[in-house]
């Protein structure tokens, strides 16, 4: 989950928009937003999906390989 965070993070800094503009538009609440961005919490997938929604992102999850 580290990475799709790390991703969104880039996808938002690179946007252009602010934390009060998106968090209107996506849903997310601007507190979450806020630490969310500052590193001190991480996001669930469904905050994710509202912010890939948003910034015109596609959520692709694939199922890793079971070793054995």
Excluded: W
């Excluded at 800094?13 to 602010?18: A, E, I, P, R, T």
């Excluded at 590193?39 to 390989?65: H, M, N, P, V, W």
Aim: with cysteine.
């Amino acid at each position: 989950m580290k990475h799709l965070e790390k991703q969104i993070r880039m996808a938002i800094k690179k946007s252009g928009y602010s934390i009060y503009k998106l968090a209107k538009e996506s849903g997310v609440s601007q507190p979450v937003l806020c630490r969310f961005m500052n590193g001190k919490r991480g996001i669930t997938l469904a905050t994710a999906s509202k912010l890939a929604d948003t910034l015109g992102l596609k959520l692709i999850l694939e199922k890793k390989k079971m070793r054995g």
